[in-house]
């Protein structure tokens, strides 16, 4: 093979690494600790529940409204002191949104090492991650933590990675709005009827 051809393929194969790097797809899961950066990069307006209304003693299904909590198993929540309190073990609790998200965010305290969150963030299956990692501190970390994930989804689960029970709490968890039906349409209809006035005026101006 002569210094030409050799110089040939090497250089196709340079323009083919850099094709398949550029074509390499995004990170499933973008992470957040700032409330502001996690709403800007959502694009969308927000839910937020508060947990303001008081639930005696431990549940095992709570519904906000356009989002609900189902434990499996021996897993137990219930609201005190504005704070959504949990324990949770292997079997998990979920959490259900009534519309598809493309993220949640909220404030965390008391989670320990065992804390993991799993969910279908990039529709292609489930992901899995250490939310005690996403948080600063020591032993037991608390703080602002949130998602954005490549596809929309319904629900994601909290549990622990062991045989071991992890309680934490959680406040001012946001999520996605989803607009009704009814709502998407007065919103494009108005937009499609600003549209054609602009166009009208054009034409006679024209």
């Known amino acids: 093979m002569n210094k030409q051809l050799t110089k040939a393929f090497l250089l196709a194969g340079i323009a083919v690494s850099a094709i398949a790097v550029q074509a390499l797809p995004a990170k499933a899961v973008q992470f957040f600790n700032d409330r502001a950066d996690w709403e800007a990069a959502l694009g969308a307006s927000v839910l937020t529940e508060s947990f303001d209304s008081g639930v005696k003693g431990a549940q095992t299904s709570l519904d906000f409204g ?4 189902q434990s499996n198993d021996d897993s137990t929540f219930k609201v005190e002191g504005q704070r959504f309190k949990v324990r949770t073990t292997q079997s998990g609790i979920k959490f259900l949104f009534d519309s598809p998200v493309n993220g949640f965010f909220a404030d965390w305290s008391g989670v320990g090492q065992r804390a993991q969150i799993s969910g279908n963030f990039d529709g292609t299956g489930e992901q899995q991650f250490s939310l005690w990692e996403q948080l600063p501190g020591n032993r037991n970390r608390s703080g ?38 009814t709502t998407a349409l007065a919103i494009v209809s108005v937009g499609a009827i600003a549209a054609g006035g602009a166009l009208k005026r054009k034409k006679q101006t024209a």
Do not use: M, R
């Not at 356009?66 to 909590?69: D, I, N, R, Y």
């Not at 933590?145 to 549990?159: C, K, P, V």
């Open 66 to 69: 356009g989002l609900a909590v």
């Open 144 to 181: 602002s933590f949130g998602i954005i994930g490549d596809a929309a989804f319904t629900e994601f689960e909290l549990f622990s990675n062991v045989n071991a029970a992890e309680n934490l709490d959680i406040d001012n968890f946001s999520y996605e709005a989803v607009p009704e039906p």
